[in-house]
């Protein structure tokens, strides 16, 4: 008998014991969530007040130590604020001003701890309650040391305000400051704000205790209660449940859990055995995955890195072969040897498209392809297309067609560059497949739903078709029709897969139409908007670089590949251009401090120092060498290696290998930009919805009062504003001071910069330090001059 009577006690005293913990967690759930709520609230109201003093603390009447003219400034700013007892100018050695007492006299709610902490740290703080009152005080920073000490004081009862929520729960908080002492308390604050706590809440706090604990109030209500401690103010807030009301409020579940009986109990415990096997089993299967995919993230990376490499190394001697053939082509070369130099020009472009494909491929796969949105004529497209394939169709006289549909759109908005593309290999394919007859492209048009134009594009050949058996693998990657043609007619088999990723990721799509031995037509229709057309259009074909008169602008050119430092210099040169050449990022860097030049190209993969490295050095110089146009030269084309290279200062980037009409047309855009006037498009200077926030906090009157003060001061410290060499630290002072009064007023672009220079200052590189600190003075320049001041409301 005594053996069946001990598992069922056992049983009971486990139940109890759960249903005991299960209460405990819900009570510690919702106390946890009433005290983030009012510990938000009241951090909110301290910050608020800080925001308020650093106002305050801006005025430039401090700088020229006129306490009269700061007076007159405080008092106007202590009207507004009805909650605040009275403000207080010290100095290390005295009280020199209080607004409510006058000069010299110390209040009796003086206390010194939190002054004394002000001094020491440079930090704002929260004094502890002294008499019934408390403070809040800013340093006054002057040259990174605190100059002066700004304070606020305030009665408890604007915190009382704050927990009154709480109360009318039924529950119980209170706010206890570093002496142990009641600064604020839900209900009954009149009776204890500025007694201690009870002994075993000042236990707990001292312990350092927040979890859930059992106490007797001052009411000698027994509760329970959760201790946390507020950020940046050494008070801790405490808030409780009196214990008949938590038993009355959990009560009907405990009876349902008690007289639920076994059965409950056990199916709980059998669901949790079964929900651990499950989650035993899902982690595992994580697990598993997470390492797959960890191997498969490292493997795509691998191969990523493979193919920027290849990339490189494969574009790099292609650039010389391709650009030295076209050198060539036009020199005093024999029949014969112009014959041998055209085959050698024709191997290399077609080697350059099997690069090409290869890489368009992967980028499309990884999401590199961004797709541009610019306005192009679609007509000038087609005849380039054409234009492109016209001399391997007369080579095999075949006829060439092009027709439209009367009233096309001629300028529509998109990215012509990637539709060109897709057409491209449209017209290449046809020509490459037929023998006899002719290739016609036509294109026609149609406005969709939404108003856009669905351009439809078409090129039919009479070539040798494609059988049914082959169709539906046409479009795979790395598929052609079947062995046989690709031996006869070479290429990847990427080029349809290419295309038709291409027409889906601008919106289209693509197909087509083939009877084996008659021929195929390949079509695709894309939605694109409908562009004004600009002003003197159709543009005029414009003649070489290499015809009109030569300009006379000096470049650098840094590569360190010989054949491509030959081939770059001898078509920019004969252009008209004067080239100096270095072999590395050093020597570019010493070269361009002794020359002045209009224009930087700049390999990326060189020896000694590289090309981003470089151009974060010649940025770092500062001034004119800060604006001078840097060209990316790169055989990569990935786009993590293209933002490396904007985010390192350089202007663009032109890939390797290119046609002599591409670099020239390169040089052109970057010498024009560089003569161009700046964008009026920048982001505003000013974040409005911060000063939104100030004008409901003080009224517009207020805010432009204080940020003209502000400006006033901002003028006086760009003048003073130490020396990128400077001691970083004195350096990280400066910075960090104008993170809070420009952020007060909204000016988010110095925030941005001034954050930027302490983290360089913080990181001990001398370029990015001298970097940002140009930054940061060009930011502080653009407030100054604009005076962007917010508009009355």
Known sequence: MLLSILPLAAYVLLLLAFVSHIQREMLHDQLKSQMEEASERVQRLIDQEFAYLSGIAVSQTLDAADLEGFRTAAELAWKERPSVYTIILNDRDQQLLNLRLGQGRKPSIWETESLTRVWETGRPTVGDLANGMFAIRVPVLRGGNVRYVLSEVLSPRILNDLLREIAAKGWLAALVDRRMTIVARSENADRYVGSSPTPDIVQNIRAGRTGLETVVTKDGIPAYSLTMPLEDTGWHLVIGIPQSMADASYRSMRWLLLGGGGVLVLLIAFGLWVGWRNVRSMESATENLSADLADAHRESDEKSALLAMVSHELRTPLTGIIGLSELLTNSYLDDQQKELVTRQRSAGRMLMGIVNDILDYSKIQANGIELESIDFDVLAILEQSMALVRPMADAKGLALAIGQSSGAVRWLRGDPTRLQQVINNFLSNAVKFTTNGEVRLSMGQERDGEGRILL?????????????????????????????????????????????????????????????????????????????????????????????????????????DGVGRFLTQTILQRSGYRVVAALDGREAIETIQRHDFDLVLMDTHMPVMNGIEATRAIRALGGAYARVPIWALTGSTFQSDIEDCLSAGMDGHLAKPFLPKELLSTVKHGLEKRHAPESAGKPSLIDRGMQDAMVSSIGQEKVDELQSLFLDWLKSARAAFPAADTDPDALFEESHRLIGSAGMFGYARIVEAARALCHACRSGDAALVAREHVRLLAEMDAVRETRDVMPAS
């Open 456 to 560: 439809k594009v078409a090129v039919r050949d009479t070539g040798i078709g494609i059988a049914p058996d082959q169709q539906e693998r046409l479009f795979n990657r790395f598929a052609q029709a079947n062995p046989a043609i690709a031996r006869e007619y070479g290429g990847t088999g990427l080029g349809l897969s290419i295309s038709k990723l291409l027409a889906e990721r601008m919106g289209g799509r693509v197909g087509f139409e083939s009877v084996a031995g008659q021929g195929s037509t390949f079509w695709l229709a894309i939605p694109f908007d409908e562009a004004e057309e600009p002003a003197g259009s159709p543009v005029a074909a414009t003649a070489s670089a290499s015809e009109e008169e030569g300009p006379k602008e000096r470049i650098l050119l840094v590569e360190d």
